[in-house]
Nanobody
Framework: QVQLVESGGGLVQAGGSLRLSCAAS????????MGWFRQIPGKEREFVAAISWNGGNKYYADSVKGRFTITRDNAKNTVYLQMNSLKPEDTAIYYC?????????????????WGQGTQVTVSS
């Protein structure tokens, strides 16, 4: 059974930084792309970032480009999201997801396993 466990969320002031981690188990981590999405209650889950199976390709939502960085460590079965210059509009629950394929996608339905989410709150 595939499990994704996020950590690293919390409360931070605007302009600050957080690093989210997602530890994966239950499938060959290095064979699949990974992604981060976020959701505000009452709104649709939105794409944040994705990384290909070997880290060679990365994709970002326009709203986070230049501020967020996605990386992965296949030896540790972990994907990270470094978030810098945080803004109040980044406040959301952040979800880690494992893709059905190797190359990454911004599409929700291209991911078949999801973590439970971690709350990120940015105060102004």
């Amino acid at each position: 059974q595939v499990q994704l466990v996020e950590s690293g969320g919390g409360l931070v002031q605007a302009g600050g930084s957080l690093r989210l981690s997602c530890a994966a188990s239950g499938r060959t981590f290095s064979s699949y792309a990974m992604g981060w999405f976020r959701q505000i209650p009452g709104k649709e889950r939105e794409f944040v970032a994705a990384i290909s199976w070997n880290g060679g390709n990365k994709y970002y939502a326009d709203s986070v480009k230049g501020r967020f960085t996605i990386t992965r460590d296949n030896a540790k079965n972990t994907v990270y999201l470094q978030m810098n210059s945080l803004k109040p509009e980044d406040t959301a629950i952040y979800y880690c997801a494992s893709s059905r394929g190797r190359f990454g996608s911004s599409l929700y339905h291209d991911y078949d396993y999801w973590g439970q989410g971690t709350q990120v709150t940015v105060s102004s």
